[in-house]
């Protein structure tokens, strides 16, 4: 469907449910990460890219305090500002209203549809699509003045911790406000400083799903956070971002440790595929992602039997390199390969994984 008709279509959808038309309407894309994972919530360096799939929003305010929305993933449903959160997804809506009070936000009911082809529970950041989603088309529907992307994700972020109750870092709502798809943004998490990228000419990255969901990964995530603050309390640094692998020489590898050696070793990685992106150098980025993920398998400890599984039979179908994408412990793998081989590359990886399947190419 080209972006009018779904545009069209989620407007009807909006004025059937709700019987007018909706305020404002907004649009936001989900991300892979190209290569820098974990190392967001350590201040550290990211390299992700948007995908072409995409959350589209339509909403217009109430008079009363209900906030009701409809969602071609998620069930209908409906709850008052004030209810308490409970894991549904209008909590999203409810966090984005709070976030928004700082800048004249007001805490007003609200009519929602939403519509989206980014699979939830993917390492595609669906829930950050959402929120920023959900953030520029209440700023237009309550008319506030306007704000940037920056802070856009900063909001975003805060709905996902004090809203939803993941800690994540700011890698996935900068990039879903900042970018544009088939853009690779290398990000400092520390001073949130980017710069736009381009792929390696003739090569596209193929997003694939394993077929197998995110499982356990709230719990996983936010003890893996709590282990880096520990390995940077042992290191004496105030964030892994300050570690060197020079620090590691007389410490007993234990999984504090282990999570470090990761972080410090992938923020290397980072900055070796910019320079890869700087001078075309397509092999070399490959290769450090294959790293990568090696680092997530043994080090980190967050990939899976399928994850593995699928990153061996891209690179085995001639992709120059393949990690595992996101958060970890299922969902999708980003391989790199040449642009003319590409779909021959992931038809064959997925005959190989049956329960896996394509889900976008980004290329320039
Ligand atoms: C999730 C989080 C991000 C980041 C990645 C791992 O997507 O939302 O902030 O930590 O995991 O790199």
């Known amino acids: 469907m080209d972006d009018e008709h779904s545009r069209n279509h989620l407007i009807k959808s909006f004025n059937n449910q709700f019987g007018r038309e909706p305020m404002a309407l907004a649009h936001a894309h989900g991300r892979a990460n190209l290569i820098g994972e974990h190392t967001d919530y350590n201040d550290g360096l990211v390299l992700p890219c948007l995908i072409s799939n995409r959350t589209e929003v339509a909403l217009a305010i109430r008079d009363d305090d209900l906030v009701c929305g409809i969602s071609n993933q998620f069930l209908t449903g409906h709850k008052a500002i004030y209810d308490g959160l409970d894991g549904h997804w209008l909590d999203f809506v409810i966090g984005a209203l709070h976030q928004l009070l700082p800048v004249g936000g007001r805490l007003q009911g609200i009519d929602i549809a939403v519509k989206s082809d980014i699979p939830p529970s993917a390492g595609v950041s669906s829930s950050a699509a959402l929120e920023i989603a959900i953030l520029r088309a209440l700023v237009t529907a309550q008319q506030l003045p306007s704000v940037t992307d920056t802070q856009l994700a ?52 193929a997003v694939v799903h394993s077929g197998s969901v995110r499982k356990l990964s ?24 300050d570690a060197t692998t020079g620090m590691f020489g007389n410490v007993v590898l ?24 700087l001078r075309n150098d397509p092999s070399g980025l490959g290769n450090l992602m294959n790293k990568s993920h090696d ?3 043994d080090d980190y400890e967050v990939s899976s039997p399928e994850l593995d599984r699928l990153v061996s039979s891209l690179r085995s179908a001639g992709a120059l390199g393949a990690r595992l994408t996101g958060a970890g412990f299922g969902g999708c793998v980003v391989a790199l390969c040449e642009t003319a081989s590409a779909n021959d590359i992931v038809s064959r990886a997925v005959e190989m994984n049956p329960d896996s399947y394509l889900i976008d190419f980004i290329d320039n």
């Open 154 to 205: 900063l909001f975003a972020q805060r709905i996902e911790h004090d809203f939803i109750g993941t800690q994540c870092g700011i890698m996935d709502q900068m990039v879903v406000a900042a970018a544009t798809p088939g853009d690779c943004m290398m990000l400092d998490c520390r001073s949130l400083d980017y710069k736009l990228m381009s792929l390696p000419a003739g090569h596209v990255v």
């Open 218 to 241: 709230d719990t996983v995530y936010n003890q893996r956070l709590a282990e880096c603050a520990a390995a940077a309390q042992i290191l004496g640094v105030s964030s892994l971002r």
């Open 254 to 277: 234990d999984n504090e440790m282990k999570r470090a050696k990761h972080v410090v070793s992938e923020n290397v990685r980072v900055q070796a595929a910019v320079n890869c992106l």
């Open 295 to 297: 680092s997530l398998c």
